[in-house]
C-alpha cells in the first residue's frame, strides 16, 4: 500500500453502482462519466495535479496501476471489490482513464 492509498475509496463507492452499469456498456461504445473538481477535490485539496491517469485492465486484472496515481489505484480496488463488476470485467479488456476536466473513460480496446 503506499501513501495516498484509501484517500478516494469513499469518491469510487460513490459512483461504483455507475461504473459497473458504464463497463456493460463498453461492449456498445465507449463510455464516460463526469466527476466534479469540488468532489475530488475534498478528498485531496492540496493535490492540484495527480488526477489524471490511464491504464489498462485486461481479463480482470489492472496493468500498470501501481505507477499511477492513488485516485486510479484506489478505482481499481473498488473494481476488484464488487463481485459482479469483477466477473464483466474478465470478459473484456477496457481502457480507463480520467483526464484533466475529471472526465472517466472506459473504452473497450
Known sequence: MMKDDGKYLHLWMKYAAAIRILVKKTDIESQKLQLYKHEVDNYSPKSNSG??????IINGKA????KNP???RDLVQ???SNTVTKSILKERTIKVSMD???EL????I
Open 51 to 56: 488526477h489524471f491517469f490511464s491504464f489498462e
Open 105 to 108: 473513460q472506459l473504452e473497450k
Open 70 to 72: 492513488a485516485i486510479a
Open 78 to 80: 473498488v473494481l476488484d
Open 63 to 66: 496493468m500498470n496501476s501501481l
Open 100 to 102: 484533466k476536466s475529471f
